[in-house]
């Protein structure tokens, strides 16, 4: 056992503060990511400040009529919730689709937004991985690579992002925010994970001792239709092969909005912007949203695993926009 130690927050300041104050200390949340790497001997903070007591638990409207989720909401809360059940189905779709019932009460949203891959290798500490241990090469490249990633990998890493939530909150469009000793910004969920390129160390493009403090989700037009699907090996307690959110509104038989996410491709919630050029303003066919995939994923390179996953994303977001389209002429 490697010892740490362990504070409790009362503020958001005095958390900031602390991890300011010492280079090896990390936030705590749930715990159900980061007391597992601590276990496994992946990571070996010197000091845990535990922020789950800090005044981030809200779920509120924003003045512009959108929701403000705070960073310590309990992802089985933020599911049930009536504003996110009833405006943005997408979310509590992809947070049930996710983990088992006794994580999901002790996961958080900024936790679950920061978890790590779940590539193997990166979780087993005696096999080489740039993720882990920067400079030792990667294990997956040429090794089980079943559930990596298909766009936007390097030859540093070919790790997938694991969130389900942070897919959900991609296509919807939120903005983090976060705050440290240097003050506060803001960041699009889209912005926030980063393509490993060759430096897969670095998850997200959060600086040192920054800490998530809420995440936005603008309002969404009347008639918007939001959905999440995951493609899993097991009907529970599975990463998600393939997963699609999905917002979408058809006006007059036409596709004016639609925002699409991709989960279990990438190294980050993947926007597919090539798709949704494509569909807006067309009319809903089974031709268009085939063709609009096939466009998106022409980008794809697949490793010897994982060339299914293709054909599966193509296959999933063609049966969210059929299934979305159907319900928006109904
Ligand atoms: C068996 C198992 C199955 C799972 N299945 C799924 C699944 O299907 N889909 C899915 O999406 N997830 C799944 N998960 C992952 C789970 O959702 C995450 O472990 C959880 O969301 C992490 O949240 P946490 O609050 O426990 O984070 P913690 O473990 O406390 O922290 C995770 C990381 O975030 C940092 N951190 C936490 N809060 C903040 C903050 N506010 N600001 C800055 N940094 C912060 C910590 O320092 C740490 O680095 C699974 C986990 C397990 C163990
Ligand atoms: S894919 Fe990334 S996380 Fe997995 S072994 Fe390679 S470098 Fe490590």
């Known amino acids: ?19 300011a104050a010492d280079p ?3 936030f705590l949340a749930g715990g159900t990511n980061l007391v597992d790497h601590l276990k496994l001997g992946i990571t070996a903070p010197d000091e845990l400040v535990d922020v ?13 009529g959108g929701l403000r989720i705070g960073a310590t909401v309990r992802n089985s809360d933020l599911a049930a919730s009536p504003p996110v059940r009833e405006r943005y189905r997408a979310l509590s779709l992809a947070l049930l689709s996710g983990a ?12 679950n ?15 080489p991985c740039n993720k882990r241990s920067p400079g030792t090469g990667c294990s997956a490249l040429h090794g ?16 997938t992002h694991p969130s389900d939530m942070a897919v959900a909150m991609a296509a919807l469009d939120g903005t983090v925010h976060v705050r440290s000793d240097r003050g506060e910004r803001t960041i699009p969920v889209t912005e926030l994970h980063r393509l490993p390129g060759e430096q897969p ?64 491709l990438a190294h980050k919630p993947w926007r597919a912007e090539t798709v949704e050029e494509r569909l807006r303003g067309a009319t809903p066919a089974e031709s268009t949203f085939r063709e609009a995939a096939e466009a998106e994923l022409s980008a794809a390179r697949a490793l010897a695993d994982n060339a299914f996953k293709i054909p599966l994303a193509r296959n999933t977001l063609g049966a969210v926009l059929r299934d979305l389209t159907t319900e928006a002429a109904r």
Not at 106 to 111: F, H, K, S
Not at 113 to 127: A, G, H, K, N
């Open 144 to 159: 089980h690579n079943k559930n990596h990633a298909v766009l936007g990998a390097s030859d540093s890493c070919v790790a």
């Open 201 to 264: 160390h670095r998850d997200t493009v959060l600086e040192r001792g920054e800490l998530i403090t809420a995440v936005d989700l603008p309002p969404l037009p009347t008639g918007t239709y939001t959905a999440y699907r995951k493609v899993r090996e097991r009907a529970s307690y599975a990463f998600a092969l393939v997963s699609v959110a999905a917002v979408l509104r058809v006006d007059n038989g036409v596709i004016d909005d639609v925002r699409l996410a991709f989960g279990g």
């Open 24 to 26: 090896r200390a990390v």
């Open 113 to 127: 937004l920061l978890q790590r891959t779940r590539c193997p290798y990166f979780q087993e500490i005696t096999t």
């Open 1 to 19: 056992m490697i010892p740490f130690e362990y504070r409790r927050a009362e503020d958001t300041d005095s958390a900031v503060t602390a991890v």
């Open 52 to 64: 789950t007591d800090l005044p981030l638990d809200a779920i509120e409207d924003t003045p512009e």
């Open 100 to 111: 088992s019932g006794q994580l999901r009460n002790r996961a958080t949203t900024g936790g």
